[in-house]
Nanobody, 126 residues
Framework: QVQLVESGGSVVQPGGSLRLSCAAS????????VAWFRQAPGKEREEISR??????STYYYDSVGGRFSISRDRNMVYLQMRSLRPEDTAVYYC?????????????????????WGQGTQVTVSS
């Protein structure tokens, strides 16, 4: 039921920084897993980061190499990216899944997210 809209994608030079935003409507994000995914040309869609808004915990996948940071402010979820590389070029999506039926020991898998934004293009090129 929650609607998501990403923004902030742009063309940036290698080594640069960019902040992506995900705006949620139709529901609060007080008890959700909210994740950032990306899909590069010719690649499978991959989850790169998520935040558990129930307790504020964050998770990062190895592909981002410690360069990205996820945060949440009310109905907004951000992805701050730094030291961008050409291989970061992709369409970036935010996704959300209610944690109502999940516990502290059982959280949504990457394939369990059912609410998706439309995506925003990030291009890292000199």
């Amino acid at each position: 039921q929650v609607q998501l809209v990403e923004s902030g994608g742009s063309v940036v030079q290698p080594g640069g920084s960019l902040r992506l935003s995900c705006a949620a409507s139709g529901s609060t994000l007080d008890n959700y897993a909210v994740a950032w995914f990306r899909q590069a040309p010719g690649k499978e869609r991959e989850e790169i980061s998520r935040i558990n808004t129930r307790d504020g915990s964050t998770y990062y996948y190895d592909s981002v190499g410690g360069r990205f940071s996820i945060s949440r402010d009310r109905n907004m979820v951000y992805l701050q990216m730094r030291s961008l590389r050409p291989e970061d070029t992709a369409v970036y999506y935010c996704a959300a899944e209610s944690l109502k039926y999940y516990s502290d020991t059982y959280s949504p898998d990457s394939t369990d997210f059912t609410s998706w934004g439309q995506g925003t293009q990030v291009t890292v090129s000199s």
